[in-house]
């Protein structure tokens, strides 16, 4: 369904009314295009000061390798970690012009005072960001830092980039990147996406990078040579996964129930894919699903994506509307990753990617089941990194938890209920399917290995739960 109000006001009578009504203005995303530059403007880093200057030249190893224009402040403590990999960094003082990206090393920052550095970086150029642009803060783990006044300094920063994710508006986004100590090769694949047009409405999220085998790629093709499945491909998001991950370079096996074989069989011809037809809860689903891996050598990706809704409240749900979703939504991903660990069909350094809910995270009237489930997705997800960082065979699970997307089922909603939705995020608008698809490609790509047991909210920065 289309967004009829937000149409409305990128135009210049529905500007003026919604301005002087006061009512909120969406723009127009920036989503991507083949062809296009991963970074489609210039780029402004900036650092606390400090000896460390080690996420500084990571971010420069990433700057350099994407050809972006830089620029820096004068007196930036971390100039010469651009210099030293070959940009031509230039003077921020010296440029009127907007930014499409902001880039702050806040490692250094161990102590409450040290947050001013966050202040006079962006302070100045708060109003000189492109529209679509991109903010991104990169500092260290709370968790792991020795230190309680680096712990508290480093946790502030989570307070700090979703309040500008609030704040800038005109499709801006906000992230922080938590890197581990000696993760820093590892930032690439996250630090090119966030700044990309693929993150569209993704934004006020924390993304840490750890330990991994963070393998080299052909951007324009990450997935090249790689086999991939997704679980109910025929339509909505699963079917933009599909396209997504074939446009990167995958075979995709696409799966879905036999009810929806005529639309699988269409989203795989179309995508140069293979068909499976499954339900996902039968006690054979993961030998079935092996079975169809070994005909490609095995999995390098699964995406576990086919889910379902029976809202009603807890007093009006019968048992079986609670099991069905319980048994589609979160079990069935359980026992398929059990039966490929156990016989070793997924390769090595392959993708696991969960698709979890907002209202996993905040809850949902009526939504009980749904919510009960997706919020088990999480914990699977956690539970299941853990054990992967001991196998050291490069294998890592993520999941995506979408908010408000444009899809059939959303379109059913009731009117006042979808608008709510619709406008109550960052981005005062809903997201595509396709925003959940390019976070999934991000975690499926073999550069990814250092993002493990994340779980990522594609909701444009929804209130909900935040």
């Known amino acids: 369904m289309s967004d009829r109000y937000g149409t409305f006001v990128q135009s210049g009578l529905g500007k003026q009314v919604a301005k002087n009504l006061g009512l909120p203005i969406p723009v127009t995303l920036e989503r991507f295009e083949a062809g296009e530059k991963v ?29 972006t224009e830089v620029f820096v402040a004068n007196d930036d403590a971390h100039k010469d970690a651009l210099t030293s990999v070959g940009i031509e960094v230039k003077n921020s003082g010296d440029n009127k012009d907007k930014y499409k990206v902001l880039v702050f090393d806040a490692s250094n920052i161990a102590h409450a005072p040290d947050l001013k550095a966050l202040y006079d970086f962006f302070h100045p150029v708060a109003r000189q960001v492109e529209q679509s642009g991109r903010v991104i803060v990169i500092g260290r783990p709370p968790e792991e830092c020795e230190t309680i006044g680096s712990t508290l300094a480093q946790r502030a920063l989570e307070g700090f980039v979703k309040s500008v994710g609030k704040e800038f508006k005109k499709g801006i986004t906000a992230q922080l990147v938590y890197v581990s100590e000696g993760a820093e090769s590892n930032l690439a694949s996250t630090l090119s996406f966030l700044m990309s047009a693929r993150s569209a409405y993704v934004s006020g999220q924390v993304v840490r990078v750890g330990a991994g085998n963070a393998l080299q790629v052909d951007w324009s093709k990450p997935l090249a040579g790689k086999t991939a499945l997704v679980t109910g491909a025929s339509r909505g998001i699963g079917e933009a996964i599909a396209r997504v991950l074939a446009r990167d370079g995958a075979h995709v096996i696409c799966l879905d129930i036999a009810p929806q074989q005529a639309d699988l069989q269409r989203v795989a011809g179309e995508i140069g894919g293979s068909t499976l037809t499954l339900d996902i809860t039968a006690a054979d689903a993961g030998e079935k699903i092996a079975e169809a891996a070994a005909k490609r050598g095995g999995l390098d990706a699964i995406v576990h994506n086919a889910g379902v809704t029976r809202d009603k409240t807890l007093a009006n749900m019968d048992e079986k509307q609670w099991d069905m979703v319980v048994d589609i939504n979160l079990q069935s991903n359980a026992m398929i990753n059990d039966y490929l660990f156990d016989h070793e069909v997924l390769n090595d350094n392959a993708r696991i990617i969960c698709v979890s809910s907002l209202s996993g995270i905040a809850g949902n009237l009526g939504q009980t089941n749904y919510a009960t489930s997706k919020a088990g997705v999480i914990g699977l997800v956690s539970a299941t990194a853990k054990k992967l960082k001991a196998d050291n065979k490069g294998i890592t699970i993520n999941a995506v938890a979408p908010g408000f997307i444009e899809t059939q089922m959303t379109a059913a909603i009731p009117f006042a209920i979808r608008e709510a939705g619709r406008r109550m995020n960052s981005m005062s608008q809903g997201g595509l399917p396709v925003d959940v698809a390019e976070t999934i490609a991000w975690f499926a790509s073999p550069a990814s290995g250092g993002v493990n047991g994340n779980t990522i909210r594609v909701c444009g920065q929804s209130l909900l739960g935040a």
Not at 49 to 64: F, H, I, K, N, Y
């Open 39 to 67: 970074v489609r403007g210039s780029v402004l880093f900036g650092a606390a000061p400090g000896d460390d200057a080690r996420l500084s030249t990571a971010v420069a190893e990433v700057l350099q390798a994407l050809h």
